[in-house]
């Protein structure tokens, strides 16, 4: 499916009226840095200028083309398939009308004649692709700076919402797909697809409900295999399987199913955005992480939240060996405490920050440190995220930096170094949770 996410060239089918979905595309695609050909496609022909560059509208696709983006009325798209067939190999048809409002026979027939002419379909009802490395913006939603996250969305809103979210959190994304109604490509081909793209490094899946079972667990163990797999599951009350039904015509089923199935399959499933977005930024810094955790911080309080929550969630607070407390007593002022949690008091500097995660990485007892960091006014947080970013550790660092303005030019240094800030002690650890989840799962498969 390369051609859906790295394509030399597109065409766009739909009004380019101000406004309308198809210029809306257009732009998107142009002002995303699109590289390849680009085609405006309207029967009444014309010009349109998006993003500085004036297009002639085409009256008709005469020319082959990898993708296909339609967002014309339903009924036509059978009709324009016919048409277009021979020069296309993948068509993204972002009109509604289709299943999800009972026109399954519609559906049927732009199925049957894709097929006929051997072109894969993504959609109906759906709110388009991204290829981020490509720089192919194929969709109306935001834009989104390249990393590691491929994200699959049964819902286009959603996808668009998560995509906007992931740009707050400082989350980088190789591609996106809202396949909406599934006619033909669904979860499982992309699931296959992800795991094999070298510029994926971790997977979210946004699932409504699926209709081959057998297929999708396949496809999620395959890719669980290969790399992170983070699940979200709507629908999981009978209300919520209703509505989902309604939504993209799948069938939701019992969760308990679902539920069994990510766990046999290796995903991880998280409960809601937030959750996903925090088990994507962890991923994206480490593949994964053992159970044993410092906690490094300079307000007791915090340090205390954090602890409740790891243990909480099942990991260790590591206990560290003689050699580690008899170092960290050496440089830490009387008044520190060396037990884990590690409380450096308020105020403490760069170089105590930083002496203390060496010490503490170099504990054999220690598999992974959490930093938190609530800066009195007198210490600029930038120096502490300059402690995290430069100290001499192999192992994963997951930093919690709380107070909002207070933080943000340090938080902002540390996402520059690729570092994650998640902004509360419970976070952090669930961050933690999932990495050493990876773990676990990579062993048993």
């Given at each position: 499916m390369d051609f859906f996410f790295y394509p030399s060239s597109v065409a766009v089918f739909g009004s380019f009226k101000e406004g309308a979905i198809a210029r809306e595309i257009l732009r998107n695609i142009v002002e995303g840095g699109f590289e390849g050909r680009i085609l405006p496609i309207n029967p009444k022909g014309g010009t349109v200028d998006v993003a500085g560059k004036r297009f002639e509208i085409m009256q008709k696709l005469e020319e082959p083309v990898d993708v296909a983006i339609i967002a014309v009325p339903a009924k036509v798209v059978p009709a324009l398939m016919d048409e277009i067939g021979p020069l296309i190999k993948g068509a993204v048809v972002i009109s509604a009308g289709f299943s999800e409002v009972g026109n399954d026979e519609l559906e049927r027939e732009l199925v049957e004649r894709a097929k006929k002419h051997g072109v894969r379909l993504i959609g109906p009802n759906c709110a388009g692709i991204f290829g981020v490395h490509g720089r192919f913006f194929g969709s109306f939603e935001v834009r989104v700076r390249p990393g590691g996250l491929a994200l699959i969305s049964q819902s286009g809103a959603f996808g668009g919402a998560a995509l906007a979210m992931g740009n707050d959190e400082g989350i980088g994304f190789s591609a996106f797909v809202s396949y909406g109604n599934a006619a033909d490509l669904n979860e499982s081909d992309f699931l296959e697809y992800f795991a094999d793209d070298e510029n994926t490094r971790a997977i979210a899946l946004y699932i409504e409900g699926v209709r081959d079972g057998r297929r999708f667990l396949r496809a999620l163990r395959y890719a669980s295999g290969k790399k992170p797999v983070i699940v979200l599951k709507a629908g999981k009350s009978a209300s919520g399987a209703k509505a989902a039904a309604s939504h993209t015509g799948s069938l939701a089923g019992s969760y308990e199913i679902y539920?069994?199935?990510?766990?046999?399959?290796?995903?991880?499933?998280?409960?809601?955005?937030?959750?996903?977005?925090?088990?994507?930024?962890?991923?994206?810094?480490?593949?994964?992480?053992?159970?044993?955790?410092?906690?490094?911080?300079?307000?007791?309080?915090?340090?205390?939240?954090?602890?409740?929550?790891?243990?909480?969630l099942g990991l260790e607070i590591a206990k560290l060996s003689d050699e580690t407390t008899q170092k960290l007593h050496s440089f830490l002022p009387p008044q520190c405490s060396v037990k884990n949690p590690i409380d450096l008091i308020a105020d403490a500097d760069y170089e105590r920050y930083k002496r203390t995660i060496e010490t503490v990485c170099r504990d054999e007892n220690v598999d992974s440190i959490l930093v938190i960091c609530v800066p009195p006014i007198f210490i600029p947080s930038e120096e502490i995220a300059r402690a995290v970013i430069e100290s001499d550790c192999d192992k994963p660092i997951v930093v919690n930096f709380m107070a909002g303005e207070l933080v943000r030019d340090g938080v902002r240094l540390l996402e520059k170094h690729g570092v994650k800030n998640f902004p509360t002690p419970e976070r952090a650890a669930r961050a933690l949770h999932w990495l050493s989840l990876r773990r676990l799962q990579r062993k048993a498969f």
């Open positions: 539920r069994a199935a990510f766990k046999q399959a290796g995903a991880i499933e998280v409960e809601e955005m937030e959750e996903l977005f925090d088990a994507a930024k962890a991923f994206e810094m480490y593949p994964e992480a053992g159970k044993r955790v410092a906690v490094i911080t300079n307000s007791g309080g915090p340090g205390v939240l954090a602890t409740d929550k790891l243990e909480k």
